[in-house]
């Protein structure tokens, strides 16, 4: 059986975000509380969607809105009182 992952990514610009605002896998995985930098770069290559909450939280932590770190897929619109508050 022939393995497709590479045609089944989802795209993203979570790693791009990341970099901009100076931060490691292990920063971002600190910063939600997650186990493993495993998870964050699952998300970054596509692999894995990260839960509502975690999109959220990465928006924060990003300084964007939502629909930026996904912006191929068309996320709904989500309203700033939708975020995390911290």
């Not at 975000?17 to 292990?26: D, E, H, I, P, S």
């Not at 990260?50 to 964007?64: D, E, G, Q, R």
Request: no cysteine; charged share 25%.
């Amino acid at each position: 059986m022939q393995n497709n992952n590479s045609q089944n990514t989802i795209p993203n610009k979570l790693k791009e975000y990341r970099v901009k605002a100076g931060l490691t896998q292990f920063d971002v995985m600190l910063k939600l509380g997650v186990r493993s930098t495993d998870r964050i770069s699952k998300w970054e290559k596509g692999r894995k969607y990260p839960n509502v909450v975690n999109l959220l939280k990465l928006a924060k932590i990003y300084n964007v809105h939502p629909i930026e770190l996904y912006p191929e897929i068309g996320l709904p619109q989500i309203l700033p009182e939708d975020l995390p508050r911290e």
